[in-house]
């Protein structure tokens, strides 16, 4: 295959790392960027790296769209017409990218996450009806290479998920730092404290992974009746005010989500 990655950014470097590991991935990669750092930084993979779209003329099995929304217009309109589109740009719609790239395109959206940079994200995909089963096979062998693959029912879902997954990485950190804090407040050292926050929400992640419990039923397994945990849940449970703060972020990341698809935001 060849496959020319647009956008060598954090995803971006990513996604080039977890296909060069992975025996599933066979090809030539070209990325473009045109940063120059970034160009270093792929050619210090072995991969080739040019700074414009102009520069690809050889004809493209898959074109990875890891840019800015705002970039992928200019950059579809230089490029020659590729088998495969796998657009990882938050807000553009399928309809929206088939109007650059052609409507008789075969476009795959998909939303990875940051633990991708470890061979651990999970990324949700839909596609539009040019996609077919060979395709989706492709779609889900490049993203597979970095952690779990979702597909949707639905073009519709995708702003749910950014808001779930896709942000979600952010919430944990934001735990793991009100959990560093508040060790620190009750006499750890700060960084024991960061240590042991880390390792904690890491292992409790990774145990509800591996479980065929669902959360609620490991939570109260590991509640002891009058015990510290019960004493601490109670406090994080009363009047469902975690609940309520954590439904309502999402809800927010939701309507951001929506808000970059709109024609006025690009």
Same mark, same amino acid.
């Given at each position: 295959?060849?496959?020319?990655?647009?956008?060598?950014?954090? !995803?971006?470097?990513?996604?080039?790392?977890?296909?060069?590991?992975?025996?599933?991935?066979?090809?030539?990669?070209?990325?473009?960027?045109?940063?120059?750092?970034?160009?270093?930084?792929?050619?210090?993979?072995?991969?080739?790296?040019?700074?414009?779209?102009?520069?690809?003329?050889?004809?493209?099995?898959?074109?990875?769209?890891?840019?800015?929304?705002?970039?992928?217009?200019?950059?579809?309109?230089?490029?020659?017409?590729?088998?495969?589109?796998?657009?990882?740009?938050?807000?553009?719609?399928?309809?929206?990218?088939?109007?650059?790239?052609?409507?008789?395109?075969?476009?795959?959206?998909?939303?990875?996450?940051?633990?991708?940079?470890?061979?651990?994200?999970?990324?949700?995909?839909?596609?539009?009806?040019?996609?077919?089963?060979?395709?989706?096979?492709?779609?889900?062998?490049?993203?597979?290479?970095?952690?779990?693959?979702?597909?949707?029912?639905?073009?519709?879902?995708?702003?749910?998920?950014?808001?779930?997954?896709?942000?979600?990485?952010?919430?944990?950190?934001?735990?793991?730092?009100?959990?560093?804090?508040?060790?620190?407040?009750?006499?750890?050292?700060?960084?024991?404290?960061?240590?042991?926050?880390?390792?904690?929400?890491?292992?409790?992640?990774?145990?509800?992974?591996?479980?065929?419990?669902?959360?609620?039923?490991?939570?109260?397994?590991?509640?002891?009746?009058?015990?510290?945990?019960?004493?601490?849940?109670?406090?994080?449970?009363?009047?469902?005010?975690?609940?309520?703060? !954590?439904?309502?972020?999402?809800?927010?990341?939701?309507?951001?989500?929506?808000?970059?698809?709109?024609?006025?935001?690009?």
């Amino acid at each position: 295959m060849f496959i020319v990655l647009a956008g060598f950014g954090n !995803m971006g470097r990513a996604l080039a790392t977890g296909w060069l590991e992975a025996d599933s991935i066979d090809g030539t990669i070209f990325v473009i960027d045109p940063d120059a750092n970034a160009r270093s930084r792929a050619e210090a993979l072995g991969l080739n790296a040019v700074a414009s779209a102009a520069e690809i003329t050889d004809p493209i099995d898959i074109v990875v769209l890891a840019v800015k929304p705002a970039d992928i217009d200019a950059l579809l309109s230089e490029l020659p017409q590729a088998q495969l589109y796998l657009s990882i740009a938050a807000g553009r719609t399928l309809r929206e990218l088939a109007g650059r790239a052609g409507e008789n395109a075969a476009i795959v959206r998909a939303m990875p996450n940051t633990p991708a940079a470890i061979g651990l994200g999970v990324t949700g995909l839909c596609a539009n009806a040019n996609v077919g089963s060979s395709e989706r096979r492709t779609a889900v062998a490049l993203l597979s290479a970095v952690g779990s693959v979702e597909w949707l029912e639905s073009e519709t879902e995708m702003d749910a998920l950014t808001a779930v997954s896709g942000s979600g990485p952010a919430y944990v950190f934001l735990l793991i730092e009100c959990l560093t804090a508040a060790a620190i407040d009750i006499g750890l050292d700060p960084a024991l404290a960061e240590r042991l926050a880390t390792a904690t929400v890491s292992g409790a992640g990774a145990y509800a992974a591996q479980s065929d419990l669902d959360a609620a039923a490991l939570r109260h397994q590991v509640t002891s009746p009058k015990g510290t945990t019960e004493a601490a849940l109670n406090v994080l449970l009363k009047d469902d005010a975690l609940q309520d703060l !954590m439904r309502r972020a999402v809800r927010a990341a939701a309507k951001r989500s929506r808000e970059l698809g709109s024609i006025d935001e690009k």
